[in-house]
């Protein structure tokens, strides 16, 4: 599947991307479920994460951009998946106001919401991607999230779909084949000493 096609002067102003989490990071699908412990029962939820989005996170990282997630819906999978990422900020508002969130990750970050793109599929991000310079919806997004998207994935949400904006945006930038590149070259050199004795302790 080859990446849609992206405006590169559009691409190059990005300095941040934010992601939405339930059908954008997941399929939407939620597992709920109560275990039981000296303490009574304990409530936890599960979601399923696409470990290709994950790296995708990663390589727009490498290139200098900020990555935020921004969710209307409180999980302790999000706070672990989003340390796992080391993403650069997470906000979970159960009232699902993102754009006051978004508002507040950009001042931080010193930009403009004009060099933020925005992943989004459902009714509570059209807020952010009315003003967001980059709005973005997954393959399965809403008819009200496509009409306002800038750019249309072919992925769905949880199925690859951040991954097939990041090759998007670092190709119409120049730059994901050398990111790429600094991955596998990250991933061939021969581990350090410390490495190297760790491992043997562990092994």
Request: glycine residues 10%; proline residues 4%; aromatic residues 4%.
């Amino acid at each position: 599947m080859h990446p849609p096609r992206l405006d590169p002067a559009l691409a190059r102003r990005i300095r941040v991307v934010g992601l939405d989490v339930d059908g954008v990071l997941t399929d939407g699908g939620v597992y709920l479920g109560c275990a039981q412990s000296s303490a009574g029962a304990v409530p936890f939820e599960l979601k399923r994460y696409d470990i290709q989005d994950g790296l995708g996170i990663q390589l727009l990282r490498d290139c200098g951009l900020k990555v935020v997630i921004i969710t209307g819906r409180v999980s302790d999978s999000v706070a672990q998946r989003a340390a796992e990422l080391r993403v650069d900020a997470v906000v979970q508002d159960p009232h699902a106001r993102k754009l006051a969130a978004l508002r507040t990750l950009a001042a931080q970050f010193d930009c403009s919401l004009e060099e933020v793109a925005f992943v989004g599929d459902d009714l509570p991000d059209l807020a952010v991607l009315r003003e967001v310079g980059l709005p973005v919806a997954v393959g399965n997004a809403v008819a009200e999230v496509r009409r306002v998207a800038r750019l249309q994935l072919q992925a769905r949400g949880g199925g690859g779909a951040v991954r097939e904006f990041a090759e998007a945006l670092l190709d119409a930038r120049g730059e994901w084949i050398d990111a790429v590149e600094r991955y596998v070259a990250s991933r061939s050199a021969a581990p350090d000493e410390h490495e190297a004795a760790r491992e043997g302790a562990s092994a």
